[in-house]
């Protein structure tokens, strides 16, 4: 596929089977919009029509994953199945000490309150939800430093998920002994899908080392980032998105994964260590809270699933297919003057709400406002990443469109233009949302709201 120049983008893959979709009317979606109390988060996956709310555990499998879930073995301790995964996330990513997780928030409710605690700080690119949310109930502080770039969302920089290193040393000179590590988040979910460049993982890495502080690595998109840079950045086009990800790896000290992202499984994820102090302690808690240290939390079957597809992850006409087809969503969006963070993101086209719905203050969450339109208008369920779900702490006010890895088709994609090409032309008739209830934290779960 590598060698081919064609417009039409093909899926690098042919579908054995099929799931149906769900078809509803504008009537029942406005009963489930009320009932739900306008979160999305509680409207039945069999009332949605697109589901666009996450990337995350919803991927396709591969049959080569399907038939590596047979071999599963579901021994308590010493499953034949862990050594295979063990095995596999070495050699990718060279840290020797690797312990399975039930997702990715599961290593950040291990690691952090470890590494955290009352009075650190721990700085990153830009932290995520959970990611936060993890870090803050720890008693730490996570703090936000993207590079400049990053706020203007009709830039297209190539690597607006970079960190500011001018930025990350001022508060590095200030807090030094209060910072237990460095936390780069690839791809820059919450702005955007961005990815980091080389360059800025050895620049920050280099400053690290100088102030002896370690660098992790949020790693759920680590493919899409890499094949971001082999495209984009100064002397990578030559070199395979397998050696790229090494040396992402070999910049940092260790990872946190969620395996429902690159590696295409419904549940799973990882730490992945080299400091023994660390991994002792980590493996204490994951036996308290998680299970054994050869499984944590997952079947043996989930394990091979998950090995299988970090392999396939790293094949680059997946790749190439992947990163285009997300950038023809927002092509098509553009052409109705749905304004998008630019440049397209590998995993999500996100909706600047902001710049689309100028008439919604932020205080009434423009992108939550339209997430509920695209739900009432054709069943489209997406993820508000604004006000919302960061409360108060929200750098901009946009929609996620996260798409399912291997799920939809092309045809689907057209489908969902055609959808924004109705909403755009009546916009200006959306109106604004206001909470009913919500819990302290991590409330865009299960708030519920009102429209003014």
Not at 30 to 51: C, M, Q, R, S, W
Not at 124 to 132: C, I, K, V
Not at 394 to 408: N, T
């Amino acid at each position: 596929m590598n060698e081919w120049n064609y417009k039409t983008i093909i899926e690098p893959f042919k579908i054995k089977m099929v799931e149906p979709i769900a078809f509803t009317t504008e009537a029942e979606r406005e009963k489930l919009l009320e009932k739900a109390g306008y979160n999305l988060f509680n409207i039945p996956a069999d009332k949605v029509t697109i589901d666009l709310l996450t990337d995350s555990g919803t991927s396709a499998m591969s049959a080569l994953q399907w038939s590596a879930m047979m071999r599963g073995d579901e021994s308590y301790a010493g499953a034949k199945s862990f050594f295979v995964f063990e095995k596999t996330i070495r050699d990718l990513t060279g840290y020797k000490y690797i312990i399975p997780v039930h997702q990715g928030r599961a290593a950040e409710k291990i690691f952090f309150p470890i590494v955290g605690g009352k009075g650190k700080i721990v700085p990153g690119n830009t932290h995520f939800d959970t990611t936060r949310a993890n870090i803050e109930a720890s008693g730490a502080a996570a703090l936000d430093l993207p590079c400049r770039q990053a706020a203007d969302t009709q830039s297209d920089y190539p690597f607006k998920g970079n960190i500011d290193l001018a930025a990350l040393e001022k508060v590095i000179k200030k807090k030094q002994r209060s910072i237990p590590l460095v936390l780069m988040t690839l791809t820059n979910n919450a702005l955007g899908g961005q990815p980091v460049s080389l360059q800025n993982l050895r620049e920050t890495r280099r400053l690290l080392l100088k102030y002896r502080i370690p660098l992790f690595i949020d790693a759920a998109r680590f493919a899409e980032n890499a094949y971001f840079i082999k495209l984009r950045e100064d002397g990578m086009a030559e070199k395979s998105v397998s050696q790229i990800a090494g040396e992402i790896f070999s910049l940092a000290d260790g990872a946190l994964m969620s395996a429902k992202k690159d590696a295409f499984a419904n549940i799973g994820g990882f730490l992945a260590l080299n400091n023994e102090e660390l991994t002792q302690k980590a493996r204490k808690a994951l036996i308290l809270t998680e299970g054994f240290v050869t499984y944590g939390g997952l079947a043996g079957r989930d394990l091979e699933a998950i090995a299988q597809g970090l392999l396939e992850v790293l094949e680059e006409d997946y790749l190439k297919y992947r990163l285009r087809s997300t950038a023809y969503l927002g092509e098509g969006l553009q052409k109705y003057g749905v304004p998008i963070v630019r440049p397209a993101g590998g995993h999500a086209i996100y909706v600047d709400a902001k710049r689309f719905l100028p008439h919604i203050p932020v205080s009434q969450f423009p992108g939550h406002a339209l997430a509920v339109a695209l739900y009432r208008q054709a069943g489209i369920r997406s993820c508000e990443l604004g006000s919302l779900m960061f409360n108060g702490k929200a750098k901009m006010e946009l929609v996620r469109l996260a798409i399912p890895r291997r799920v939809y088709t092309q045809s689907h994609v057209d489908w969902i233009i055609e959808v924004f090409g109705k909403i755009a032309a009546r916009k200006k008739a959306l109106k604004g949302f206001r909470i009913v209830w919500a819990p302290k934290e991590l409330r865009h779960f299960t708030a519920r709201l009102a429209p003014f």
